[in-house]
Structure formats: C-alpha cells, structure tokens
C-alpha cells in the first residue's frame, strides 16, 4: 500500500477532481491513506480532506517532506491537484511497489506535455521530487538519495479545466 500526497495550488475542485481519480486505486488496495498538503489554512479544504478520510497539512517550502512526516506507508505517490491517472496505473504502481527495494527510491510516471520546452526539462529532470513521482519516504527525509527516476509505463495528465 502506499500514502498519496496531493499538493493543493489550484483550489477544492482541483483537490476533488484527483482525489476522485483515485477511488479506484482505494478499491483495488493500493492507495491506504492521503495527505492533503495546503500553504495556508483553508476550511473549505479541510472540509474536503475530512470527508475524503485524508489529512490536511498546512506547509510552507518543502511540503513533499512535511507530507512524508505524517503519511502512514512507505512508498508515496506525489501528486498536484487536477492530476489524473489514466488507465493502467495502478497495476504499475503496484507491480513496482512489490518489486522494488526503498534504494531504488524514485519512480516516474509520463507526462503527456507539448512542446520543445516541456521535452528538454523532461529529458534532464533529475531526482528533484514533482507531481507524479512515486518516491520512497527514506528519499523524502534525506535517509536514502535518490538516482535517476525509473520511468513507469504510466501516464498522468492535467485535467484540462485546471490546466
């Protein structure tokens, strides 16, 4: 099972829209719990977060790692609000949760991005945690460090309302 980290930047629809992206997962047992990361104390957020059974951590700078600090598995999976998971997720996620060692520690999922731009900040992102990562929590608290990320067969796309 893993933690779910969902960085909150866009607003309870954004928050709602991946939140509900992820009931599938909570089925199927590999979603065990999430944490709800805010910079600033929200009560229509924490209204969200409540009934969603999630945490709601209010953090500044680094709230992947505040995140990490609280989450109850190991394994996490980093997400941004208005991130959704397309088909086939969760069984790669689970398949390498199962297989891989926390040394391996940072796994990525493709992104579907446009342009010359978005490519070349792909093709050079190092192991800097980002929405869509799946990350050991010894990599989060600076106990592990991290390689290049292993590419999943994975895909997440923004929800186009949030761009």
Do not use: Y
Not at 117 to 135: H, Q, Y
């Amino acid at each position: 099972m893993i933690t779910v980290l969902v960085r909150v930047t866009h607003g309870p629809e954004a928050l709602a829209a991946t939140l509900s992206a992820l009931v599938p997962a909570v089925a199927a047992g590999l979603i065990g719990d999430a944490v709800i990361l805010s910079d600033r104390q929200d009560e229509i957020l924490a209204k969200v977060a409540d009934a969603a059974g999630a945490t709601l951590v209010v953090a500044q700078g680094d709230s992947w790692t505040e995140g990490a600090k609280v989450a109850r598995r190991d394994w996490l999976l980093c997400l941004d609000d208005g991130d959704i998971p397309q088909e086939g997720w969760i069984r790669v996620l689970d398949r390498f949760v199962a297989l891989s060692k926390p040394e391996r520690g940072l796994a990525r999922m493709r992104r579907q991005r446009a342009g010359v731009v978005n490519a070349f900040l792909n093709l050079f992102a190092r192991s800097s945690i980002r929405g869509g990562d799946l990350v050991h929590r010894r990599v989060l608290m600076n106990e592990v460090r991290a390689h290049m990320p292993v590419r999943l067969s994975a895909t997440i796309e923004r929800d186009p309302v949030f761009g």
